[in-house]
């Protein structure tokens, strides 16, 4: 979810003076409007197997599936009655937070920080808070452990104002330094709830030959969670975040089912998935497969669907995306296998909620995919 996410909302902490800046919400609220008045207190539950779902439009969030959510983060705006709904349904709802790492160093900025968090918490009757900060840290730096002592003092102080709170931190697919993100893994599973670890953009960086490939490749997605437990991190910490989203590739040349890319280079790599332009499960299925060249294709060794078309210039394009099939069987060895916290999703409003017979149909068939049993 870094910035190359062209449909994501993303509101950085500018300055210490600037109360509103922290959040993506600029509005708090101190009165609960929900009819019944218990329900603007957060939900106190222990430990369980998670569902947490990613959202950007909460206009949606009358047609998601409650009966599997646990979690909702929400990186668009706040609405009241979203939350008296989420309640009713023992769901919690959490606010997003990310902030310049240059100035976790200063204990006073954190501290003014956190104290900000928590009030708009309290005021919003939220459930906790979702560290979604993607930025450059090198290894041994100074940002690195600022980063992890954010995170602790964070979740002391959400866990201490509103009990039953949680804090979780989103990480990339691997912990080696991927995009030149070198966090201390270990040290932040240690002091949140829980870590996100978010098993797509694995091609973001590019080391090998330029070619369009999968976004959420099986291999990759689990070498990078055996990767974090061998860290020392108990599976019961993690999460696996998986995409509802794809990839849509130009290519500058096809030969034998390879799509050659333009190479754009992204943190010191000079090919990454920045050549390709990310859509939505729902665009991809009703605007792009009916083109398909062929058809829904299925690479056996990534366990991932693809397909070609060519577009009206006549550039053939090459579409990397997950759906039902390749996101089960994720979701399978993720919890079964595995013993994971649970499952995610960036994002819960990639799914088509109209009423047509044709959404309905395919957006219950990806909420029926989702179980952590």
């Not at 009966?67 to 959490?94: I, Q, Y």
Request: hydrophobic letters at 35%.
């Amino acid at each position: 979810m870094y910035f190359h996410f062209t449909w994501k909302a993303s509101i950085i902490c500018i300055s210490l003076s600037l109360y509103v800046a922290h959040f993506q919400f600029t509005v708090a609220y101190e009165e609960c409007i929900c009819q019944d008045k218990s329900l603007c207190r957060a939900i106190k539950v222990g430990p369980r197997q998670e569902v947490y779902g990613f959202s950007t439009q909460t206009e949606n969030w009358k047609h998601w599936d409650w009966e599997k959510l646990t979690t909702v983060s929400l990186f668009g705006k706040w609405d009241r009655e979203l939350l008296c709904h989420a309640h009713s349904k023992n769901v919690r709802l959490t606010l997003k937070i990310d902030c310049p790492v240059s100035k976790l160093p200063n204990e006073n900025y954190r501290k003014e920080l956190i104290l900000n968090a928590t009030k708009q918490a309290k005021d919003l009757y939220a459930d906790g808070v979702n560290i979604d900060i993607e930025q450059v840290i090198k290894k041994g730096s100074k940002e690195e452990v600022a980063l992890t002592l954010f995170a602790k003092e964070l979740t002391e102080a959400f866990h201490s104002e509103i009990p039953g709170s949680q804090v979780t931190v989103d990480v990339a697919w691997s912990p080696h330094c991927i995009d030149l993100r070198c966090y201390d893994y270990k040290g932040l599973a240690e002091v949140t709830d829980f870590l996100i670890v978010m098993s797509y953009d694995e091609r973001s960086q590019i080391h090998g030959p330029c070619v369009a490939g999968p976004n959420s490749a099986f291999g990759t997605t689990f070498s990078g969670i055996d990767e974090y437990i061998a860290l020392g991190i108990e599976p019961k910490k993690l999460v696996l975040g998986l995409p509802w989203y794809g990839y849509n590739y130009p290519c500058t040349a096809f030969e034998d089912n390879v799509c050659k890319l333009k190479k754009v280079p992204f943190r010191g790599v000079s090919c990454s998935d920045a050549a390709g332009r990310q859509y939505c499960y729902s665009v991809i299925t009703s605007s792009f497969l009916p083109l398909a060249i062929g058809g829904r294709q299925y690479d056996k060794e990534s366990f991932s669907p693809f397909f070609n078309y060519k577009d009206s210039d006549g550039t053939m394009h090459q579409f990397w995306y997950d759906d039902v099939v390749s996101l089960k069987k994720k979701y399978s060895h993720g919890i079964n296998d595995l013993g994971l916290r649970g499952l995610a999703f960036w994002n819960i409003d990639c799914l088509n909620y109209t009423n047509t017979a044709e959404a309905k149909k395919e957006t219950k068939e990806m909420w029926d995919a989702v179980s952590v049993h």
